[in-house]
């Protein structure tokens, strides 16, 4: 599978021509003239002031990565270390700046959407 990672968070401002970036989480940063600021690092992309006084400058990579299971996939995992759970795979995604792959597994007996559960919890797959 293919996933585009965020590797630069920035914009340029169309008023004072700065390039001004986020370098890591909570970190805020306005251009000289102050019409626009971007904040969130890698993790997240927040943009203060008008859209159209700025331009995305963002930058991406691909990368590939092999997950052992599939959407569809029913799966028993383990939640908060105690539990285990029996669902079905919704999606399959990296977080950013990492290779980990994690998943959204819709567990029907609740029903309920368990969100962002790592590779290392899921026990096995059950047919
Ligand atoms: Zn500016």
Redesign the pocket.
Known sequence: MKAKILTKNAIK?K????IIQSKYRHNFVS??????SVDGGLDYLRRCGNQS?YEEVDEYKVVEFEPKYKTGDRVRFEYFAFNEEEGVIQSVDIYPNSVDVYYDIFVDSEPKLYKHILEKYIINLID
Not at 31 to 36: E, L, N
């Open positions: 401002c008023k004072c021509g700065d251009c000289s003239c102050g019409a626009c006084d």
